[in-house]
DNA sequence: CATTTATGTCAGCTTTATTGACATAATTTG
DNA sequence: CAAATTATGTCAATAAAGCTGACATAAATG
């Protein structure tokens, strides 16, 4: 049932004309990094499901991984989410042991996020795919200018 | 109510030590990705609330204001999600006359979309922050550098 | 001792996606 | 021309990942 909604012609309001540079904007880059990140974390999706995961818990276990004893609030804050978005995903992991929990040694309130063994290696094979897309990407960009590119990621970054 | 699951010490199964650069992969770039998008998608959310609309508006905006006229089918192609995904976005979009139909000239049962003027003007608005953000990045890396931060970002996407 | 902080949990809601099934109209093919 | 395929739309059910608000507990802090 196609939609009844379409003209049979373009009117006075129809714009035809592509948006491109203006204002100084470069709509190309833009999306650049729109296709590159859609591509980027398309990797890890098989072998998360797998596991029954998607990539919330990626995130988790990345981070987890990275900064073993982090706190609960540190995490929360890194991946700029609320408390309620992370409880199901962060109860899942440590159910189904790749992430554990150990009480702050200062502060015996925070809950210090450690990976297991099991975490630890799941944290590698997501990371595995996403290495050798970079890696094939700085293919022909000598080392002095990858610095370029980390450069302008960290540029992109809130600095706060 | 922390949690009971909490050990009170690291236990056989803690993994203590960060994951750092092994296997050659740079975990450093992969979280610069991470965090870098996770930037740049945000500048948009504030002015899509103000009409209601969310991340998926914003992407099929921006795509049919690039390349006006393109079919329903181009435009799942290019965001890689299903009709079924789309059909409500865009619904909304058509609605409030950001976005029109127009049937095909060669093929009758295309819907070729166009953005209106008002959908012309919701796409800058969206660009204008995220562009800005590009540009403050960009400062420092001449214009022949630049290239390589395209050649990169192009190299992450999937070649197909 | 009162307050604040770190964490967890319950309930309900939203957005964005999915799969499967089916309908219509137009094009293409045998 | 009749049959099959294609482009689109729609209904229903479901899932993942986020949100707000409210409330509870235990530990730290004033």
């Known amino acids: 049932m196609p939609s009844e909604r379409a003209r049979k012609v373009p009117d006075n309001d129809t714009v035809t004309c592509p948006m491109s540079d203006g204002e100084g904007i470069d709509f190309n880059i833009i999306e650049l990094l729109f296709f590159a990140y859609r591509d980027f974390t398309s990797d890890p ?3 998360l499901s797998k596991s029954g995961f998607g990539r919330a818990h990626h995130r988790v276990v990345h981070f ?3 900064r073993p004893g982090l706190s609960v609030a540190d995490l929360l804050e890194t991946l700029k989410i ?3 978005s992370l409880a199901r995903v ?3 992991l440590i159910e189904s042991g790749f992430v554990q929990q150990v009480e702050g040694t200062e502060d015996r309130r ?3 996020l450690y990976p297991t063994q099991k975490g630890r290696e799941l944290a590698l094979e997501l ?3 996403q290495s050798r897309r970079i890696t094939k990407a700085l293919n ?3 080392p002095g200018e990858q610095i370029l590119i980390k450069k302008f990621l960290q ?3 809130d600095s706060d």
């Open 127 to 129: 990371a595995r795919p």
């Open 45 to 47: 999706d098989v072998i």
């Open 64 to 66: 987890v991984n990275r």
């Open 82 to 84: 609320t408390k309620q």
């Open 90 to 92: 962060l109860k899942q």
């Open 110 to 112: 925070q809950r210090c």
């Open 140 to 142: 022909g960009i000598d």
């Open 155 to 157: 540029g992109m970054v």
